[in-house]
């Protein structure tokens, strides 16, 4: 039985100079992302910290909260027909990037800059175009659907459907 979602999730944005840092995540949600997780009753500062141990082994310090934003993103969870959003920025953390967990939710990782992340966010515009969905907010099942379900996407993703919003709001993209 699949766990039940709490419609809570919670990004972490690390930065290394001018570089963030990037997981390509090896099941569902197939693509690149910012490390992240459901809140599962956990406020975002908590789930940041213990997200971003979990999937990549740093510890964050001190966490601040850059962003909130609802987006109808489902998951594979019960119930996981929408998200709320939160990222957190890790202003201070420690250690070497792990992504030999046990939980093992990554299959590499990337300091990506802006160039790079331009890129990325390119390649998920280039799939919703590939299956004539325009990418806004309110076809995100649509995409999410799409993306796990493509083997060419599974093998060369682009970014994460979700991110793709969180980015824009963030002036990532």
């Known amino acids: 039985m699949a766990k039940k979602c709490d419609n809570t999730s919670t990004g972490i944005l690390v930065r290394n100079g ?22 599962d009753g956990d406020s975002p500062l908590v789930c940041a910290k213990k997200e971003l141990g979990e999937e990549v082994g740093l510890t964050m310090l001190k966490g601040e909260i850059v962003l909130s934003m609802a987006l109808p993103n489902p998951c594979n ?73 493509n083997p060419a996407w599974k093998q060369s993703p682009g970014l994460e459907p979700p991110m793709y919003f969180l980015f824009k709001a963030l002036k990532l993209i």
């Open 77 to 149: 969870r019960e119930g996981g027909t929408h998200h709320d959003w939160s990222v957190v920025e890790a202003v201070k953390w420690e250690g070497d990037v792990n992504i030999h967990q046990p939980d093992d939710e990554a299959k590499s990782y990337l300091w990506a800059d802006e160039r790079m992340i331009s890129d990325i966010a390119k390649r998920l515009e280039d799939f919703a175009s590939l299956i004539g969905t325009g990418l806004v907010p309110e076809n995100l099942p649509q995409i999410v659907k799409a993306t796990n379900e």
């Open 18 to 39: 001018t570089k963030i840092l990037l997981i390509e995540r090896k099941q569902y949600n197939f693509g690149f992302a910012l490390p992240a997780g459901h809140g």
